[in-house]
Nanobody, 121 residues
Framework: QVQLVESGGGEGQTGGSLRLSCEAS????????MSWWRRTTGQDRSFVAG???????NYGDAVKGRFTVSRDFAKNTLTLQMDNLKPEDTGVYFC???????????????WGNGTPVTVSS
């Protein structure tokens, strides 16, 4: 129902930078919000950063001041610029889209397959 293509990530060093991109497409889902989540070692999936339909951005406490999220509403893309990387940023990063299927009023969340990020010390 929503196709999510994640790119970027890979390996980085402490203090370095990486960039993630996500492109979303759908013919039947009204996409409202886009965000990045991550699963780090021993942790459940947690919110990283996102841009809601109104353009407001928000960040998880662990990445505030280091990561920057941006969204192109026309292209349905979401980019995460990750600066000042730390080893604890290592994990799998998932793109997420929240929206409505057709005229359904139920808010649904759709997930990408994830892209790995490894930060070495």
């Amino acid at each position: 129902q929503v196709q999510l293509v994640e790119s970027g990530g890979g390996e980085g060093q402490t203090g370095g930078s990486l960039r993630l991109s996500c492109e979303a497409s759908s013919t039947i889902v009204k996409m409202k919000d886009m965000s990045w989540w991550r699963r780090t070692t021993g942790q459940d999936r947690s919110f990283v950063a996102g841009v809601v339909g109104g353009g407001y951005t928000n960040y998880g406490d662990a990445v505030k001041g280091r990561f920057t999220v941006s969204r192109d509403f026309a292209k349905n893309t979401l980019t995460l610029q990750m600066d000042n990387l730390k080893p604890e940023d290592t994990g799998v990063y998932f793109c997420n889209v929240g929206g409505y299927l057709g005229d359904d009023e139920i808010y649904r969340m759709y997930w990408g397959n994830g892209t790995p990020v490894t930060v070495s010390s």
